[in-house]
């Protein structure tokens, strides 16, 4: 698979061409094309599909005001080590499938390709080269509210600025590296 930088929302839909309006919910689904590229394809709540098999990933988003003045994410550093906890937790393979796309959109992981199936259970195959490791992610299938429960603990766990407090769950025994 050829992996490109993905880029950010197009706050246009793909489907009607329909300009995206700030506050708005929207959709997002990664998608394998012909040419073996990952692209992504950004839809309004009307026009979005339900989710496909040849979806690499989709998540649910709200059309930001601006990018200015936003709160920043944690350091790649930080992302891997939380990755790095995770993977040997297996109670925490939510999380995991969530994070490591967040590690793919920042390019810190490099999508090599599908993994196939192993006891009937799909498998994100994901590379770091900061790390030189190949990971196998199961895929999870998670609910809209799951997702949302999952992007709030991860900003709060990750995110600088006005966020509130890190749940105590999520960070105990966490490392700070600057």
């Not at 197009?10 to 700030?22: D, Y």
């Not at 692209?39 to 998540?59: K, M, N």
């Not at 997702?147 to 709030?152: A, E, H, L, T």
Request: aromatic share 10%.
């Amino acid at each position: 698979m050829n992996y490109e930088w993905l880029p950010r929302c197009s706050r246009v839909c793909s489907r009607t061409g329909r300009v995206l309006e700030v506050g708005e919910i929207c959709y997002s689904a990664l998608v394998e094309d012909k040419d073996g590229r990952v692209v992504r394809s950004d839809f309004s709540v009307e026009a979005w599909p339900p989710p496909e098999t040849s979806f690499l990933g989709w998540w649910r988003f709200v059309i930001p005001e601006s990018t200015e003045n936003r709160v920043r994410l944690a350091p790649n550093d930080i992302l891997l080590d939380l990755f790095d906890r995770w993977v040997a937790e297996p109670s925490r393979a939510e999380e995991l499938y969530i994070l490591s796309l967040l590690l793919l959109r920042r390019r810190v992981f490099r999508y090599e390709n599908s993994a196939g199936h192993r006891e009937e259970q799909d498998l994100l195959l994901v590379y770091s080269p900061r790390r030189e490791m190949t990971y196998s992610i199961p895929v999870v299938s998670l609910t809209d509210d799951r997702i949302s429960k999952i992007q709030q603990e991860l900003a709060e766990l990750l995110y600088s600025g006005d966020s509130p407090e890190q749940p105590e769950d999520l960070t105990e025994n966490a490392e700070c590296k600057e």
